[in-house]
């Protein structure tokens, strides 16, 4: 009777056993990785469905040749020109031109409260955003300063949608 391969039989058992974490942890990673890429899609691109509406609205309630409504087309083209895809191109583009439709519509919003007075609370930039972040979430980042009882594993950093 051969007896070599029970001398074996830890090393075959333990090396299954490496290959199906390895396989299961790449499956949840995926997973994982999914989830945070469609929470970040969404949150940039909420905050920009907001200010194309915003930007609806004034455009159709500006009266023509003011220079409001010169700056509501600008961020409008602006807008327009926003790609959809996720290469690091297009990423960079995004981050370069929602900085200028933010600085255009800030300007905008003071401008038009200039002209309206000073009744009521003004509609800001930042207003806009809070309620951007109060609809899409906030991600929760890994810190490493973190007191032992606020540590949470990898599934507890995913939003809870």
Not at 11 to 30: D, I
Not at 54 to 61: D, G, Q, R, T
Not at 90 to 101: D, Q
């Amino acid at each position: 009777m051969d007896t070599d391969y029970l001398l074996n039989l830890e090393q075959q058992f333990y090396q299954e056993g490496y290959e199906q974490g390895l396989s299961e942890k790449a499956k949840e990673n995926y997973i994982e990785g999914k989830q945070f890429g469609l929470q970040v899609g969404f949150q940039r691109f909420v905050i920009l469905g907001q200010i194309q509406g915003i930007v609806e609205v004034l455009k159709s309630s500006l009266v023509d040749g003011s220079s409001i409504l010169k700056n509501v087309e600008s961020i409008e083209r602006l807008l327009a020109d926003i790609q959809m895809s996720n290469d690091d191109d297009a990423v960079a583009e995004y981050e370069s031109v929602i900085v200028k439709v933010r600085n255009k519509l800030r300007n905008v919003l003071l401008s038009l409260h200039r002209q309206c007075g000073r009744a009521g609370d003004p509609l800001t930039l930042e207003s806009i955003e809070e309620a951007s972040t109060r609809v899409a979430g906030q991600l929760k980042a890994y810190v490493e300063e973190e007191n032992e009882e606020d540590v949470v594993n990898g599934q507890d950093h995913a939003m809870e949608w």
